[in-house]
């Protein structure tokens, strides 16, 4: 099969990579279009050790399933579009026991982490991994599942309410992703940018302001997400909060990072880590239209330009950069 | 008056400070004994700048009041002994009309930040920060308010509850005050010490364990208390939490930690500061008995030996020293 592959920080498109066994309590997976995160590029710059198919926010066509997988399973899936949660977990551990599966301590995940991921033609997920997709949602909005419930995550976390007064550093895609869903919540919502470039229609509609990194010191933000993976923007995100506020950390960093503690304790901080989050709801918001993603496409490659694709999606200000892998 | 000032990090016992003036609003309070803390020892090595008398655990009896202070006041509190709220605060900012007055931005600090503390024989502070002494208390075990408060707060940002398994990370002077109000949650209790000492009987007649440092990693923690105010504990409460799990941090560091902040991500953990705490609690746990103090008393001295005591105060696994300053 067709596939991008990532070694020793080198991504090469591979025409002919063999395809995935399948295991049995695992679906086989044709994939239809796949989108590039920041943790894409990040591995593909070294960051973290990874070799193989990178690539987890797919939509894609069930093919086939396992020998072990239930034939109610297979009746859902087989021949449906399907998003998938990305931790493939053992269901024994500590973890997974006590409710917190996307912590398995065995998980692998999707293009991250002992696991071939979604930058080739076919994938394998465990079936309970996948979701099917309503009729009415287009493989182009559904692309955005995981990246959408991993913003919802953030309000699993923290409970956002009409009265906070909210910020969002960093307006990538990330970010104007989370921007999107918290202003559902009606709260009172800033996104600082670096360039003060205005925001899309549809969230100056619902009340949401920029400003710029300038203005926001002492500004007594209650809550404020950091979405730009930087120490610069944990510094925005920090300096922006009120005694007691909560800054929620969204994005993966390179290297370590450097605190200044004792001002969380003086101010009585609380710092949040988040990562992944529910499929079911992104997926209801996908389908009732409630947060509109498709104008944060910025280009489509073809996967045999996947290299093109990208160092496209590492330019400063570029949105989702998609992979057409199938068709439908 | 007699008291020991701090400057430019050195500390001396000086016999003829002034004494302070006593503002409108304020209450003169002629102080009986005072604590020595781990703030006070790192304001005297210089960490944070502080000119003047440190100190802000204190019992006194309040000798006057000023002007502006009402007649229900005075009969309130002349006379009477008493602890006081550290925090000085305007009750007109942001903070303070948002209900978080210990974060007022023009807050003044007993001892610690524009305010002259409780190491001499005199002090001032407004007269609502100040809490009457229940006649049973006595002034020895009263002398643990404030940091009894500071621990409680803990429970006042992280819900603990017999459920819960939590790492008190450090045996220090602040750690057995909060591993000894953790115990009353009912909570599975570990402390976390470098020599493995066993802990005191309370605390083991409650069920609290001692464990060592190479115990901890992977140990699956709810909840870890970091009470050392060094990196190296910050890396042991880290490293002992589940997923989503919840580091408090309760003590001060000196200078930056340098944190893993994708771990934090990839595993959800909330790292929460905690300062000040609620008196009015204190004082009733310290009146019913509910945690015993005097045990944590290390050694006594007289204010003209303050400098004796703050080193007799560093020394590694030395618990509470107090200053004898003035009689009953």
């Known amino acids: 099969m067709k596939g991008l592959r990532l070694e020793d920080g080198e991504l090469r498109f591979v025409p002919d990579l063999p395809p995935p066994d399948l295991p049995p309590d695992e679906a086989l997976v044709r994939v239809l279009i796949a989108g590039i995160c920041n943790t894409d590029l990040e ?4 960051y973290y050790p990874f070799a193989g198919v990178p690539g987890h926010e797919f939509v894609g066509v069930v093919e086939r399933l396992g020998a072990d997988v239930s034939a109610a399973e ?4 087989v021949g449906k579009r399907v998003v998938g949660e990305i931790n493939a977990v053992c269901g024994a551990c500590r973890a997974c026991l006590s409710g917190l599966e996307a912590h ?21 997920l465990p079936a309970p991994n996948l979701h099917r997709l309503p009729d009415v949602l287009s493989t182009e909005a559904a ?9 919802l995550g953030i ?9 906070d007064r909210v910020l969002v550093v960093g307006a990538g895609k990330l970010g104007m992703l989370i921007a999107k869903t918290l202003a559902r919540t009606g ?8 360039s003060g470039a205005s925001l899309p229609e549809p969230l100056r509609a619902r009340g949401a302001a920029v400003c ?21 923007g944990f510094v925005i995100a920090r300096r922006a909060l009120r005694p007691r506020g909560t800054l929620v950390l969204k994005s993966t960093y390179a290297g370590r990072l450097e605190v200044d503690a004792s001002a969380l304790v003086v101010d009585e901080i609380t710092v949040i880590g988040s990562r992944c989050g529910p499929f079911a709801p992104a997926l209801r918001v996908l389908e009732e239209g409630g947060v509109d993603v498709t104008p944060l496409v910025a280009a489509r490659y073809p996967l045999e330009e996947g290299a093109a694709a990208f160092e496209h999606a590492s330019r400063p200000g570029v949105l989702k950069v998609l992979l057409e892998i199938g068709g439908e």
Do not use: H, M, W, Y
Request: contains cysteine; negative net charge.
């Open 187 to 194: 709260c009172d919502l800033t996104v600082v940018t670096r």
């Open 43 to 46: 591995l593909a710059r070294g």
């Open 104 to 124: 398995c301590e065995k998980r692998t995940v999707l293009g991250i982490s002992g696991r071939d991921g979604a930058f080739a033609e076919l994938l394998t």
């Open 74 to 77: 297979a009746s859902r899936l």
């Open 212 to 232: 710029l990194e300038e203005d926001i010191e002492n500004a007594g933000f209650d809550v404020a997400v950091e979405c730009t993976g930087n120490p610069a």
């Open 143 to 151: 692309v955005f599942t995981e990246p959408l419930a991993a913003a």
């Open 155 to 163: 309000q699993e976390q923290v409970p956002i309410g009409p009265s």
